[in-house]
């Protein structure tokens, strides 16, 4: 399975994004997926979450009530709307997918096995 993510870009503090992590090689619906992001000089850090059922959703308590992690399993794509963005939010931010159970949300990194290449957010203040 491939996962390319794509949508980011510059934006004022304030403004909106939406990132899109197109899935191929296998269908989207065996995966849940996570949204990570990595901020210069920080760890990997878990954004959100959606089970392959897109059921269940989890939030890191930093975005909590600014994002939203949705996904289509007949496009293969899994989606991050991004509002109400601040310069913390900058970061590279990647998508990824683990084979696990219908309504199961995943926050760790080594919980997922494959990881697309990554999106570039940049937040000016």
């Known amino acids: 399975v491939q996962l390319q993510a794509s949508g980011g870009g510059l934006v004022q503090t304030g403004g909106s994004l939406s990132l899109s992590c197109a899935v191929s090689?296998?269908?989207?619906?065996?995966?849940?997926i996570g949204w990570f992001r990595r901020a210069p000089g920080k760890e990997r850090e878990i954004v959100a979450a959606?089970?392959?059922?897109?059921?269940?959703?989890r939030y890191a308590d930093s975005v909590q009530g600014r994002f939203n992690i949705s996904r289509s399993n007949v496009k293969n794509t899994v989606y991050l709307q991004m509002n109400a963005l601040k310069p913390e939010d900058t970061a590279v931010y990647y998508c990824?997918?683990?084979?696990?159970?219908?309504?199961?949300?995943?926050?760790?990194?080594?919980?997922?096995?494959?990881w697309g290449q990554g999106t570039q957010v940049t937040v000016s203040s």
């Open positions: 990824a997918a683990t084979p696990g159970g219908y309504y199961n949300t995943y926050l760790r990194p080594r919980d997922y096995n494959h």
């Open positions: 090689g296998r269908a989207l619906s065996i995966y849940g």
């Open positions: 959606i089970s392959r059922t897109g059921t269940s959703t």
